[in-house]
């Protein structure tokens, strides 16, 4: 049940939400209000659109009033402090060892997660290491058994460079996997979804931007990604991972212990402009 709702004081039938819907399930006959049939509701992506186009704040859906929306006029960042943003995003592999407010942690997971999705299929689950304590569990979990397998010599094949990583960890407690973050995320989605993987990756994309910008450090972590799931056996399970799940990709983030005091200077972009 869509709960779409129209205010009739408010409607003035311009037709905005029926052009902008992209499943075309709301029509406009002569004279009434936009409706959605019954038949059609099953078609809607849910991406209240049409609630979000309406000038006048005369359309509810899903339970969404126009009036809990923050309005948008005049709220985007201006392009110059966002292309700061994305021009001077850096991996940080240096953190400081404390937690980050978990109030802070559930914002960045909440806005990370307004991302595209295909299909609308919002099913991207976060599962996070929200603790230090439960991190550095996870690390001397993670080495030991790493450390197991390469005296056993029984990494799959390609990964043996692990067996470098093990070492700097016993031998200096360098730690090159986790590079010493007080937090983890990974991001995976149902395998029989429409687009798991694009969506764990854009999903952490805007995580990473978000974060950054609230002066949150993050790392896109393939070392760590491939330790837990494609090496050590397990490891799913333990962090309560759904079998059912793709892993989309796993992200290291807490405060840095480093500031950068410039951007870097990469491109001009390469672009294969079609010449039909
Ligand atoms: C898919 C992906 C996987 C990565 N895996 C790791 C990793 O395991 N460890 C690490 O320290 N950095 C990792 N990085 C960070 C890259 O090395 C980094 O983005 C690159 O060196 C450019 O530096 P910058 O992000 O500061 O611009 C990864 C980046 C991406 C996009």
Redesign the pocket.
């Known amino acids: 049940m869509l709960e779409f709702t129209v205010n009739q004081t408010l409607c003035t039938r311009c037709g905005e939400c029926v052009a902008d819907c992209p499943a075309r399930i709301i029509t406009m006959a002569a004279e009434s209000l936009p409706a959605i049939a019954a038949e059609r509701e099953a078609a809607c992506y849910r991406c209240q659109h049409c609630l979000m186009i309406c000038p006048y704040g005369a359309i509810s859906i899903l339970g969404v009033k126009p009036s809990s929306c923050r309005p948008l006029a005049g709220s985007f960042p201006d392009p110059e402090r966002l292309e700061a943003l994305i021009r001077g995003?850096?991996?940080i592999?240096r953190y400081k060892p404390e937690n980050l407010d978990p109030q802070l942690i559930q914002r960045l997971l909440d806005v990370a997660w307004q991302a595209p999705t295909g299909k609308n299929e919002r099913s991207v689950l976060f599962t996070v290491v929200d603790d230090r304590e439960k991190l550095s569990r996870l690390r001397h979990e993670v080495m030991e058994a790493l450390g197991e397998m390469a005296r056993g010599q029984r990494f799959p094949r390609g990964m043996e460079f692990f067996g470098h990583f093990v070492t700097l960890w016993e031998e200096k407690g360098a730690d090159?996997?986790f590079?010493d973050a007080p937090h983890l995320l990974i991001a995976s989605a149902p395998c029989e979804g429409a687009s798991p993987v694009p969506d764990c990756l854009i999903a952490l994309s805007y995580f990473e931007l978000f974060a950054q910008a609230n002066g949150v450090g993050t790392?896109?972590?393939?070392?760590?990604?491939w330790a837990l799931f494609d090496i050590l056996p397990g490891m799913r399970q333990r962090l309560g991972i759904p079998d059912s799940h793709t892993i989309g990709?796993g992200m290291s983030f807490g405060k840095p212990a480093v500031r950068f005091a410039r951007t870097?200077q990469h491109g001009p972009a390469r672009v294969n402009r079609v010449a039909l």
């Open positions: 995003r850096r991996s592999r090159i996997l590079r790392v896109w972590n393939g070392l760590t990604t990709y870097v």
